[in-house]
């Protein structure tokens, strides 16, 4: 079974909307923790959120925010006032249980930012 | 403070090559992992050190795979005998206790093409 899923293989947005890009996971662990990761056609995975399930707020990195829906088992990512260069794969992973020792992927979405 | 730093960025070899790729962490990461990403998927974990300790290595890392983080600095991947099959992008990331978990961040990775 998928522990990530991300539904939305490819979006397009109109630059300064916000968007909202969907992700769920599944895990019987209790302490977990959600990353989100931005790939440009460059290659390179830029790290752009994380939140611990057991944080309380929903995590905030700039115009990046984190939907943390722990009984639903969704960590959506909300990008505010999208911009072009924004334009890249976006990945939601996990890290399972207390030990730092792999994050398991999803298979990303692709985001458009239209001009 | 520079990020993880990956060479070469890109290699082009022949089927049954030998070919090794060098990570450099982040200067005082303990932890460095090694990823494998095809075409249309996220990565895929391989294997990850603590200083030089190889302390998990996936089942996608055959035989032909070996890693090393001699001194626990910089580490190398090595695939012996390549196949078309290996062709992918090898991401390493590094990784230290901080309030985001134990947080990974990527270099901007090595892309592999067996012909």
């Known amino acids: 079974a998928q522990k990530i899923t991300q539904t939305q293989p490819g979006m397009f947005v109109q630059e300064k909307e916000a968007v909202t890009l969907d992700c769920t996971y599944d895990t019987s662990d209790q302490s977990y923790g959600l990353f989100w990761y931005k790939q440009p056609s460059s290659g390179e995975m830029i790290f752009l959120i994380y939140q611990g399930s057991y944080d309380e707020q929903n995590a905030t990195e700039g115009r990046y925010s984190l939907n943390f829906q722990k009984a639903r088992k969704s960590a959506n990512l909300v990008i505010s006032a999208s911009q072009l260069g924004d334009s890249a794969m976006y990945f939601c992973a996990m890290r399972e249980g207390i030990r730092d020792d792999k994050i398991i992927f999803g298979k990303g979405t692709r985001l458009h930012i239209l001009p | 403070d520079t990020g993880v730093s990956q060479n070469p960025r890109h290699k082009i070899t022949k089927r049954g090559q030998n070919v090794t790729f060098r990570c450099d962490p982040i200067?005082?990461?303990?932890?460095l992992y090694w990823y494998r990403q095809t075409l249309g998927q996220g990565p895929e974990f391989l294997t990850y050190?603590?200083?030089?300790?190889?302390?998990?290595k996936s089942r996608l890392l055959s035989d032909r795979f070996s890693a090393e983080r001699p001194k626990g600095s910089f580490s190398t991947l090595e695939i012996q005998r390549t196949e078309q099959g290996d062709s992918a992008m090898y991401l390493c990331?590094?990784?230290?206790?901080?309030?985001?978990?134990?947080?990974?961040?990527f270099g901007p990775g090595t892309r592999l093409l067996v012909l």
């Open positions: 990331a590094s990784s230290s206790a901080d309030r985001g978990g134990w947080t990974q961040y």
């Open positions: 050190f603590q200083n030089e300790a190889q302390l998990e």
């Open positions: 200067s005082e990461h303990n932890r």
